[in-house]
């Protein structure tokens, strides 16, 4: 049996991490390994227990979990990033996806789907419904946005630029495949050519960097 993956909590509330502890300390595939109140200490227990995954706050004192966010997920051997925050559509939240953070989960969330996310994360998935990413970006991308990475659509190929509309309007790849009509593992080998040229590190920051970009309009 593999050894469980390590997962690091940082809160500034005593009462989520311990919620969070319980939760995830109940499952034999999942240990708690730290815990930290604030963004400095996040990034000083990281670099000494490296987890393999950080339940993130962003709202916290001294250094906020968006700075931690960016430093975390800039550096080598980077953990994953799970967002954990009070509403669903925050300003900060969508900087800590466009940091790097692979999702996020709602504090009120039930620990089944705490469980779930986790997991998902973990098996580098990402766990944000496309309609909560269009929300996001509908709310926070500012039009002029588009000038930043217009040029950098020319590193993919007309067919990549298909795969990433349909991506960014929330298709999934076997739903892709059938609108392409190609198989569901050459969808998948598309899309990472298309992460590996564009320089993003999952399908959250495809479908921003497709927002942002101007591929794809707000309110189309």
């Known amino acids: 049996m593999s050894a469980p993956s390590r997962i690091l909590l940082c809160d500034d509330q005593e009462l989520i991490r311990m919620g969070l502890r319980m939760v995830i300390d109940s499952q034999p595939d999942l240990t708690v390994v730290g815990e930290a109140a604030d963004g400095q200490t996040v990034l000083e227990r990281s670099a000494e227990l490296r987890p393999d ?24 051997a980077a953990p994953k990033v799970l967002v954990v925050t009070t509403f669903d559509l925050d300003e900060y939240a969508y900087g800590a996806l466009r940091a790097g953070a692979s999702g996020f989960l709602v504090k009120d969330a039930l620990g089944e789907e705490i469980l779930v996310t986790v997991r998902a994360v973990l098996r580098g998935d990402v766990m944000m419904a496309p309609s909560v990413i269009r929300r996001l970006v509908e709310r926070f991308v500012l039009p002029e946005s588009s000038a930043v990475h217009t040029d950098r659509l020319g590193l993919v190929t007309d067919r990549e630029r298909e795969v990433l509309t349909l991506v ?3 298709l999934s790849n076997r739903e892709i495949a059938g609108r ?15 992460l590996a040229k564009l320089d993003l590190r999952d399908r959250v920051h ?4 497709a927002y942002e970009s101007g591929l794809v309009r707000v309110g189309a």
């Open 206 to 209: 495809a479908v921003i960097f």
């Open 180 to 194: 392409l009509h190609l198989g569901e593992t050459t969808v998948k080998t598309h899309l990472g050519r298309i």
């Open 53 to 76: 995954l950080v339940l993130m706050d962003i709202r916290m004192p001294g250094v906020d979990g968006l700075a931690a966010t960016r430093r975390l997920c800039a550096g080598p």
């Open 168 to 170: 960014a309007r929330g």
